[in-house]
């Protein structure tokens, strides 16, 4: 009883549950309850404005206000369009995901196919023998890829929380209700910021206890209104008085546009939510114009931030763009706000690498032992995010690294070789093959490059990069 109790489904069946996870994507993100992700029935299945609310969900996280610093370290000029260019390939590569799941699901009579299952089962039907007998191993990557980037994404939310925290808490004696602009530089912290990620560590340990979806979903709803109520606030300073731009770069150097690329792929999160979406609504031939629809208003965002943002704070751009708010009681909210909504997404986020590996390593366990190890596999998980966070206090380079590694593979290197596997046998064009090959390399060459700069910039002492520094502070 207690195994199918705690999180509605069977742990015995562990092989068929370390999937990719986005069936409990699509229930932690959108609150849906039911467990098991089947096709809606028409009665039940989400809308279209449902859908695209859930879309817009999905997309808008902590990425979101790192762009106006992704935008310095590419190009007043080359930001925008290579952020426009990367949301169309993003967006390409979700249709050819869409298309390939689609046809995997007729040709073997399946109504839903997931990305880890679209993976395996096109290896499965794949010429190479090889790749054939380990066709398992397709859907086990992509698994890995989103545990790898759902828990990078929370390592990030440990930061964002503790940055704001940080801010919000030491600067309580120079807040005020006069909303001047914030200067460069302020004292230095009285705490460690890694004191403030310990001291937020056990209020999100107790918050990855509750595995009630519904619960979840009443968070969900106090993180919508919380992030809407900041970004409103966030854009209504930041077209406030823009200084003249023409003192800033229309081109960065190659090695931050590199930082610049992980920091974008890292803010087009969605890629894991296609699948389930369209599975769940009333009308699934509709969800190409959900997509291009909700895409169209994230991309117009995007650039829209990142350039006004960039704009408005030239050189002094944060990690964060709330680290460049004014010290006054208004703005501080807005740091309140958003930080609370990222405590709230954690646990949803949380959710999807949980329900990937908790399953599995409780099947290997007697049924005694089972809450135990449920509740310690949740602890040591939100520790470890807790650990890499506090190991690199790194806001925008821990954003560029995610990004490059994980979330480059997921939305643009896997799509078109899932392409490649699954209708090579079937005539494919020349232009098309071209396209996915220069798609994958591109994606591969901004996975290397992208995590190489990452990575040495992160061995850099903070006095060589602190014109990417994630705080307020120096």
């Known amino acids: ?41 028409e009665a039940n299945g989400l809308s279209i404005m449902q859908t695209l609310i859930h879309l817009l969900k999905c997309n808008i996280g902590t990425g979101l206000l790192g762009l106006p610093l992704a935008m310095k370290n590419a190009g007043l000029l080359v930001g925008p369009i ?24 007729q040709r073997l009579q399946k109504t839903f196919v997931n990305y880890g299952e679209a993976m395996m089962y096109s290896l499965e039907t794949c010429p190479n023998a090889w790749l054939r007998t380990h066709s398992v191993w397709g859907r086990y990557t992509v698994s890995f890829l989103l545990i790898t980037t759902q828990l990078g994404f929370c390592s990030v939310y440990f930061m964002f929380m503790a940055d704001n925290l940080q801010q919000m808490v030491e600067e309580v004696h120079m807040t005020s209700s006069n909303c001047q602009p914030r200067k460069t530089l302020v004292p230095t912290p009285i705490l460690n910021i890694r004191f403030y990620m310990l001291t937020i560590l056990p209020f999100l340990v107790l918050l990855v206890f509750i595995q009630n979806l519904r619960l979840l979903s009443i968070f969900s ?24 731009p023409s003192s800033l770069p229309l081109m960065a150097s ?35 114009f959900v997509l291009y629809l909700g895409m169209s208003l994230i991309i117009i965002l995007y650039i829209c931030l990142g350039t006004l943002g960039y704009m408005k704070f030239g050189s002094n751009t944060q990690a964060s763009i709330t680290l460049n708010l004014p010290n006054c009681w208004l703005y501080q909210s807005v740091k309140l706000m958003y930080s609370i909504g990222i405590f709230f997404t954690y646990a949803l986020q949380f959710h999807v690498p949980a329900e990937i590996i908790i399953p599995f390593i409780i099947s290997q366990v007697s049924e005694s032992w089972t809450l135990l190890i449920d509740l310690s596999v949740r602890t040591a998980l939100v520790c470890l995010t807790c650990v890499s966070a506090i190991l690199i206090p790194r806001l925008d380079l821990v954003i560029s690294f995610v ?12 799509p078109p070789l899932l392409e490649l596997i699954t209708f090579y046998a079937e005539d494919m064009s020349c232009a098309t093959i071209a396209k996915d090959v220069m798609i994958g390399i591109l994606g591969l060459l901004g996975c290397v490059f992208g995590t190489y700069q990452a990575l040495y910039e992160l061995i850099q002492p903070i006095s060589q990069s602190i014109t990417n520094s994630t705080g307020v502070y120096a």
Request: negative net charge; charged residues 10%.
């Open 221 to 244: 709803m106090l993180a919508n209104i919380t992030t809407l109520g900041s970004m409103a606030l966030i854009f209504e300073y930041i077209i406030q008085e823009i200084p003249d």
């Open 1 to 41: 009883m207690l195994k199918t109790s705690l999180l509605g489904k069977d742990f015995n069946s562990a092989p068929s549950n370390l999937d990719d996870g986005s069936k409990s994507l699509l229930e932690s993100r959108s609150g849906v309850a039911s467990q098991n992700v089947y096709p809606a029935e």
């Open 82 to 105: 290579s952020l426009l260019a990367i949301g169309i390939l993003t967006v390409h590569c979700m249709v050819i995901l869409l298309n390939c799941a689609h046809h995997l699901g």
């Open 254 to 288: 190659w090695k931050t546009f590199l930082l610049f690329f992980g920091t974008a792929i890292f803010t087009f999160e969605g890629v894991g939510m296609v699948l389930p979406l369209k599975n769940q609504m009333k009308h699934p031939q509709q969800f190409s």
């Open 403 to 414: 990004g490059s590694v994980s979330s480059s593979a997921l939305a643009l290197i896997i």
